[in-house]
């Protein structure tokens, strides 16, 4: 079963968390990691509204600052970048959906407990029907290094929000990347071999 139907089996976390402490975090169940080395990195990274990723060798990250808030999503590396975008877009719309959190966090006596009960099966909900909520489309790309066709997932709303077509976006495959190119009706356009640095 692709990855994307099946993307609870593949998640280690997802935080939602303020400069000062956590507001709500969803663990695998039995998962017992902790994540805060990562969560204090992420926090040094000011920069709002754009998605970082962090390749940890086992484990990939994905997150994003966004109404004083800083989402984050820990999964497996078999897991694409797109996905994750597109999971953490949609906690973040949730979220905020329900809880008025400017108004929560100016109260005195908040407690980061507060939001576990009524967010839990909310995130069980998204991450066990991910594939249902019509977030991403899956794309056939050619890889003429590898010499097959590859599933590039691209997120709606980086299709849908571009300024111009064709959109281009960078899969990293097995040591190489390839640049693709996507049009408005989610149609790869072309695909190049590009060199990689960093």
């Given at each position: ?10 998640l280690?976390?997802?935080?939602i ?7 709500f975090?969803?663990?695998?169940e039995r ?21 970082f ?5 086992n ?6 600052r966004?109404?004083?808030l ?7 590396p ?30 005195g ?5 507060l ?10 909900e998204i ?32 299709i ?5 077509y064709?959109v ?5 495959h ?7 190119f996507?049009?408005k009706?989610?149609?790869h ?10």
């Amino acid at each position: 079963m692709p990855v994307y139907k099946n993307i609870a089996e593949f998640l280690e976390f997802i935080n939602i968390s303020n400069e000062k402490f956590t507001l709500f975090e969803w663990k695998p169940e039995r998962s017992f990691r902790r994540f805060d080395l990562d969560l204090n990195i992420i926090k040094e990274n000011p920069i709002s509204d754009i998605f970082f990723h962090r390749d940890k060798g086992n484990m990939k990250l994905v997150y994003i600052r966004k109404h004083n808030l800083i989402y984050t999503v820990g999964a497996s590396p078999a897991v694409q970048y797109q996905l994750l975008e597109a999971l953490l877009e949609h906690i973040d719309l949730k979220f905020n959906e329900i809880f008025d959190v400017e108004t929560i966090l100016s109260y005195g006596d908040f407690s980061p407990g507060l939001f576990d009960n009524e967010f839990n099966p909310i995130i069980k909900e998204i991450v066990l029907n991910f594939a249902d909520l019509g977030l991403v489309k899956r794309i056939q790309v050619e890889c003429r290094v590898c010499g097959t066709v590859l599933p590039l997932f691209v997120k709606k709303t980086f299709i849908e929000n571009a300024e111009s077509y064709p959109v281009p976006i960078v899969y990293s495959h097995r040591g190489h990347a390839v640049l693709c190119f996507i049009d408005k009706n989610y149609h790869h356009r072309g695909v190049e071999l590009v060199n990689i640095t960093g």
